[in-house]
């Protein structure tokens, strides 16, 4: 079964871009070529957007591929198919990487053991419920790439093909 994502390398120091190629060659099994645009959020960085269909699991090893590399902001997306959820995945240099299950509205499906642990650290005191909650869903990473996001002057138009 294949399905269909996006990644968006946010930010990259522009000597990390050609790496950031061949990893994606390297998962994909084909040569990749990214048009590359300043960003402007961070001076001498490069952003890129690239649409990607393969296998399910596909998204996990781009994000495999990319984490870990310091200054590298990106995401990797997933959509849902008949046999597999939906995926997300965010990485900064702070943070690290975010991974949540999508379900076939974009919603972050958060798994039952996840959210038990995360009332028990309240309910021990060890943590703030809405900080747990935040982290959940992925909060943070959002709050740190949200400036990244912006489609600065030149980045490419990504049409819809179908509104639901």
Same mark, same amino acid.
């Given at each position: 079964?294949?399905?269909?994502?996006?990644?968006?390398?946010? *930010?990259? $120091?522009?000597?990390?871009?050609?790496?950031?190629?061949?990893?994606?060659?390297?998962?994909?099994?084909?040569? =990749?070529?990214?048009?590359?645009?300043?960003? $402007?959020?961070?001076?001498?960085?490069?952003?890129?957007?690239?649409?990607?269909?393969?296998? =399910?699991?596909?998204?996990?090893?781009?994000?495999?591929?990319?984490?870990?590399?310091?200054?590298?902001?990106?995401?990797?997306?997933?959509?849902?198919?008949?046999?597999?959820?939906?995926? !997300?995945?965010? *990485?900064?240099? @702070?943070?690290?990487?975010?991974?949540?299950?999508?379900?076939?509205?974009?919603?972050?499906?958060? $798994?039952? @053991?996840?959210? !038990?642990?995360?009332?028990?650290?309240?309910?021990?005191?060890?943590?703030?419920?809405?900080?747990?909650?935040?982290?959940?869903?992925?909060? $943070?990473? @959002?709050?740190?790439?949200?400036?990244? !996001?912006?489609?600065?002057?030149?980045?490419?138009?990504?049409?819809?093909?179908? =509104?639901?």
């Amino acid at each position: 079964m294949t399905t269909r994502g996006v990644l968006y390398v946010h *930010s990259a $120091p522009r000597a990390l871009c050609p790496h950031v190629e061949w990893a994606i060659a390297g998962v994909l099994g084909v040569r =990749v070529s990214l048009d590359w645009i300043k960003q $402007p959020a961070a001076s001498g960085t490069w952003r890129a957007e690239f649409s990607w269909q393969g296998e =399910v699991g596909t998204a996990s090893k781009l994000a495999s591929a990319l984490r870990g590399w310091h200054l590298l902001r990106f995401e990797v997306t997933a959509e849902p198919c008949a046999t597999a959820e939906g995926e !997300r995945y965010s *990485s900064t240099p @702070d943070l690290g990487i975010f991974h949540a299950v999508t379900g076939m509205h974009g919603d972050i499906l958060i $798994p039952e @053991d996840r959210l !038990r642990a995360a009332l028990a650290r309240a309910a021990r005191g060890e943590s703030d419920l809405q900080a747990e909650v935040a982290k959940l869903l992925g909060q $943070p990473w @959002d709050d740190e790439l949200e400036p990244f !996001r912006y489609a600065g002057e030149g980045a490419p138009v990504r049409w819809l093909h179908q =509104v639901v």
